[in-house]
């Protein structure tokens, strides 16, 4: 039971370049987040999934694109890569469907560099 | 709006003294709140959270966090600090608006003195 895993660990770009990082879990959780961690502003949601097929924005989506073709998998893209997203991202899944108490679990990390 | 404060950006404690790290909120309805610990370059771990009851929760590692409704605060507390504590830690309260969002505050850095 590996958890949450997210590939790569790190990573350099060029602006305008793209990637996706892959988030996979095994814990048959429903609900799956992505959030990029900055300094002294802790963790901001960028886009969530409820289920297999479906997206939905959360505080910071600009820039970034994301599917769930695989209830395991949630894949988070970046069409153009800027400065500005520099950062630490972070994948996360829910045991409580959503509900109000629900405890997520995060992966390791993704730091992403770019130049 | 739903929100949630940390006052300090780092506490320092020594190895063995209490230590608290302050958390305080601002929700519409009932408060959902969690602390997280993240240890370098690790994914941010779950320690505990509150949903009803008993307004001192108790979670892993021996930490607890005590409710308090009418000063809107969840303070994490130890009573004997560890070297080992030291990391950063992070306050969340459960957005109860009928979104599906989680906010976190901004992290404080915990640092136990040997």
């Known amino acids: 039971n590996a958890g949450v895993t997210q590939t790569p660990k790190f990573r350099v770009l060029k602006t305008g370049q793209s990637m996706t990082l892959l988030c996979a879990q095994d814990?048959?959780?429903?609900?799956m987040y992505w959030y990029r961690q900055d300094p002294g502003m802790g963790l901001r949601l960028i886009h969530y999934?409820?289920?297999?097929?479906?997206?939905a924005k959360g505080e910071v989506p600009d820039g970034y694109n994301v599917s769930r073709l695989k209830k395991q998998n949630f894949l988070l893209g970046l069409e153009s890569a800027a400065p500005s997203q520099t950062s630490v991202y972070f994948c996360?899944?829910?045991?409580?469907?959503?509900?109000?108490?629900?405890?997520?679990?995060f992966g390791p990390g993704t730091r992403l560099l770019v130049l | 709006a739903q929100s949630v404060a940390q006052p300090e950006d780092q506490v320092n404690v020594a190895e063995g003294n209490p230590l608290t790290v302050k958390c305080t909120y601002s929700?519409?309805?009932?408060?959902?709140l969690f602390w997280y610990v993240q240890y370098p370059n690790r994914g941010l771990q779950f320690l505990l959270k509150?949903?009803?009851?008993?307004?001192l929760v108790k979670g892993s590692y021996g930490f607890e966090a005590e409710f308090n409704k009418s000063q809107t605060s969840f303070h994490l507390k130890k009573p004997s600090a560890l070297v080992s504590d030291s990391a950063l830690y992070f306050c969340a309260v459960r957005d109860n608006t009928g979104g599906f969002k989680t906010i976190f505050g901004a992290g404080t850095r915990l640092f136990v003195k040997a």
């Open positions: 929700v519409s309805g009932n408060p959902y």
């Open positions: 509150y949903i009803t009851g008993d307004n």
């Open positions: 999934s409820v289920g297999e097929g479906t997206t």
């Open positions: 814990m048959n959780h429903e609900y």
């Open positions: 996360a899944s829910s045991d409580s469907a959503g509900r109000p108490w629900e405890t997520q679990y």
